[in-house]
Structures are given as structure tokens and as C-alpha cells.
């Protein structure tokens, strides 16, 4: 006879080993810690993530059927580079889904959760303002991510996710910019006007601010950041 739960507790699943693997990989993609043309192993990536090769393996291969990481000759596999044509796409999808995945959100969002948000906010201006790019992508993902994460649509969830792991390792390229103070990505940064508009429930004015923080990033850098040649 199945025993009586004593305390009213749900039973906790452990998520899989292939699984975390994956997202730690996704995270690393998104956050811009990998750059543009870097190759990568799955030997190396197991070494550091402390496991062995098989889950890595299998993660690299979704990535790679996902167009986030490209195969080479030699077995290895590498974040793409991409050309100017392909960025301004890929950010102009971007203003698309997370513009209307912010929106969503708005409707839906509770306290608790913009107490989160504001303190990924200040997070990402404290990261700007002292000049750490590796700080500001995580925090710049990490802001977005927890406005989109409740936008109530998973599968607007996954093609967001699907389009910030091929434009995530070339955010890193702002690191260069600004005359060396990162600060100046602020000029350009609206993370601040959309968390204001979630706090008064405004879904177009958080949406607006959003797809203007996208679609100016994206001038900035095709502007400014080396691409490959067309």
C-alpha cells in the first residue's frame, strides 16, 4: 500500500544529467560567453562542466540542429560567425517575439515577480557603469529572460531562446565599443523604461521599450562590429 505523504511535500524529480548539460551550454551561448568563431569540444566542455563526454555529445548535437553551433572538417564544432545580412534578420526576429512575449507579460506579471525583475535591472546598469561586458551579458539576459519567462506561451519562449543563442556570442563585440567605457551602452539601453512600464501594467509601452533597446543595439552594432563579408 502506497505510503500516506506526512507532510503534504510533492515528490521532487531530478532533472537529467544530458539535460543540464544542455542548459548550461544554452546559458553559456546567450550570455555571450562563448565569441563568434570559437571552437569548441565536446572533451574540453566536459572537462570544465566535470562530466563525461556522453551528455555533452548529445547537447552539442541539439545545438547543432538548432543552427547554434556549426560542424567542421575535423569533428569539432564552432559558434558562427555571422555576416551583417544575417544579424540585422535575426534582430529584427527578435524585436517580433520579445516584443510580444513583454507585452504578454505585462497582463501577467505579479509583485513578487517585478521585485525580481527590478533587482536584475539595477543589476545590469551597476554592470554597465563599471565596465565588466561579462557581467552585463549575463545580467542583460538574465533582465530580459525574467520578463519573457512569463509571457505564458512556451513555444514563443523557445523560438526566443532559439534566436538568442545564435546572437548572443556576437553581443559580446560591444565590449570594444564606447570608447572603451561601457557605460556609453546605457545611450542605448532601455531596460530601465520598460521595467517602469511592467510596474504600471502598460504592456505597448513595455513592448515599445524592449523592440527600441533591440532595434537600436542592432544599429549600433552593425555599424560599429566587424561581420564576415557577404
Given at each position: 500500500m502506497a505510503?500516506?505523504?506526512q507532510f503534504g511535500l510533492s515528490v521532487v524529480e531530478a532533472e537529467p544529467l544530458h539535460e543540464k548539460v544542455y542548459r548550461e551550454i544554452v546559458r553559456a551561448l546567450v550570455s555571450g560567453r562563448f565569441e563568434p568563431g570559437q571552437k569548441l569540444t565536446s572533451r574540453k566542455l566536459a572537462q570544465e562542466l566535470g562530466t563525461s563526454d556522453m551528455p555533452v555529445r548529445a547537447a552539442l548535437m541539439r545545438l547543432q540542429a538548432q543552427q547554434a553551433l556549426r560542424p567542421l572538417p575535423n569533428g569539432s564544432l564552432e559558434v558562427p560567425q555571422i555576416k551583417?545580412?544575417?544579424f540585422a534578420q535575426l534582430m529584427d526576429a527578435r524585436t517580433v517575439v520579445e516584443g510580444g512575449a513583454t507585452e504578454r507579460a505585462a497582463g501577467l506579471v505579479n509583485g513578487?515577480?517585478?521585485r525580481t525583475i527590478r533587482k536584475l535591472s539595477d543589476?545590469?546598469?551597476s554592470a554597465a557603469k563599471g565596465g565588466d561586458i561579462?557581467?552585463?551579458l549575463v545580467a542583460n539576459y538574465d533582465f530580459k529572460f525574467a520578463i519573457y519567462r512569463h509571457c505564458g506561451n512556451a513555444p514563443l519562449l523557445f523560438l526566443?531562446?532559439?534566436l538568442w543563442m545564435q546572437v548572443g556570442p556576437f553581443l559580446r563585440r560591444?565590449?570594444?565599443?564606447?570608447?572603451?567605457?561601457?557605460s556609453g551602452i546605457l545611450d542605448i539601453d532601455y531596460h530601465e523604461e520598460a521595467l517602469a512600464a511592467l510596474e504600471k501594467g502598460d504592456g505597448a509601452k513595455a513592448r515599445e521599450a524592449i523592440v527600441r533597446d533591440i532595434s537600436e543595439g542592432a544599429v549600433y552594432?552593425?555599424?560599429n562590429a566587424e561581420f564576415t563579408s557577404e
Open positions: 505510503r500516506k505523504p551583417a545580412s544575417e513578487n515577480n517585478l543589476e545590469l546598469t561579462n557581467r552585463y526566443i531562446e532559439t560591444y565590449a570594444g565599443s564606447f570608447d572603451g567605457a561601457l552594432l552593425l555599424k
